[in-house]
């Protein structure tokens, strides 16, 4: 089911809320930064940035 | 809302669209996001714990060259008291644990006892054991949880759930599917008692009652084309080397399902080079317009290749997650 873009945010700030709860993550994050976390990945999904986000942290290591 | 330094939300983004793609919660197809059918069923689930820990152990089952090793890994690991599970897991995450100063005399003999008393469950080498273990137990992609983190009781309810497929899959009967054909030429596969989640699984386990004519050539992982695309199950003919690629779709059949077909199959041409590859299509019910156009395609097919459906009936006596 495709839904609009504020059902989404919401969904996957919940998706990233439940799986930091079970301890899934090595970077942890308040209920703050996971709410701009969760408008930062369909930012990523829209606009194609994937790669560009995993060249970014490769180069910082 | 908070601004998060560029480093840390980097980081943290990579992090968790890893795990929401790795466990299969949303998918992403030309930048449009849909939540699956098992995020949303994640997100209802009262146990979130069991239910990401049955994802990730099937898909490490699916995987696994030794299934009993596997089952037996678990077995074991869940009798175990929370120290020696502990020291299982500081030994795993260090690596061979060679170069660890943290990793105590203790945590090695705990680890190896381990390692015997599987080796003993299954009856296989200790070297066997071990490649399976490690992996078995451990975490291999960022952002998803390590069996060996499960909490023991979802573990242990999981396992033996694997338990009673396993049963079902190497006991008694040994045929565990029936191929029909009907009178419009087109089989009919029932399999009973099986888990929707594992239609890919009975396939490959009863794969040589299904296609005899035929042996899987990808490792038991999904193939993956130059284009990037994956394969459901990629197999050769044994007598002629054919190629031959099987499209798996648990619901019923769209004709999108057929052009995907089509486009492995071209696919496996170009880069084999090669113009003999058959495709079948394995699926619960096709609709007309795939069925006809499925006629269609099929007089039309290169000299040596070929395109076929197989319908199956699902009878879901046994269910869980």
């Not at chain 2, 007089?299 to 009878?315: C, Q, Y």
Request: net charge negative; aromatic share 10%; glycine share 4%.
């Amino acid at each position: 089911m495709v839904i609009d873009h504020e059902e989404n945010e919401e969904i996957i700030f919940r998706f990233i809320s439940e799986l930091e709860d079970i301890g899934s993550f090595d970077v942890s994050t308040t209920v703050d930064e996971r709410r701009e976390i969760a408008g930062f990945i369909l930012k990523v999904i829209d606009e194609d940035l994937e790669e560009t986000l995993v060249e970014e942290i490769d180069a910082w290591i | 809302m908070t601004h998060m330094n560029k480093t840390k939300l980097y980081e943290a983004t990579f992090e968790r669209l890893t795990a929401l793609k790795s466990y299969k919660l949303i998918s992403v197809k030309k930048r449009k996001l849909r939540v699956t059918e098992r995020g949303f069923n994640f997100l209802k689930h009262d146990n979130k714990w069991y239910y990401l820990g049955k994802i990730l152990l099937t898909d490490k089952y699916r995987r696994t060259q030794h299934p009993d090793v596997f089952l037996a890994c678990y077995g074991e690991f869940v009798t175990l008291p929370y120290e020696s599970r502990a020291s299982i897991k500081k030994f795993i995450l260090s690596g061979s644990g060679d170069e660890d100063g943290d990793l105590s005399e203790e945590d090695f003999t705990t680890y190896r006892e381990f390692i015997t008393n599987v080796a003993r469950r299954c009856g296989k080498a200790d070297s066997i054991v071990e490649r399976v273990c490690n992996p078995a137990l451990g975490n291999t992609i960022v952002g998803t949880i390590a069996p060996m983190d499960l909490p023991v009781e979802e573990l242990s309810q999981i396992i033996a759930e694997f338990d009673a497929l396993e049963e079902f899959f190497l006991t008694s009967d040994p045929i565990k599917a029936d191929l029909d054909v009907n009178s419009e030429g087109v089989k009919t596969l029932v399999i009973e008692n099986m888990l929707e989640l594992h239609l890919e699984d009975v396939i490959r386990r009863n794969f040589h009652q299904l296609f005899p004519d035929l042996e899987i050539v990808d490792k038991n992982q999904h193939y993956r084309t130059r284009d990037g695309t994956y394969i459901d199950i990629f197999c050769k003919h044994k007598q002629d080397d054919k190629y031959t690629v099987i499209e798996l779709k648990r619901d019923k059949s769209p004709s999108s399902a057929l052009i995907q077909l089509l486009d492995y199959m071209n696919q496996i041409m170009k880069e084999f080079n090669t113009d003999k590859v058959t495709g079948i299509l394995v699926c619960k019910e096709m609709d007309r317009r795939t069925r006809s156009a499925l006629c269609a395609i099929q007089s039309n097919m290169p000299k040596g290749s070929s395109i076929s459906a197989i319908e199956f009936n699902l009878k879901m006596e046994y269910s869980c997650m």
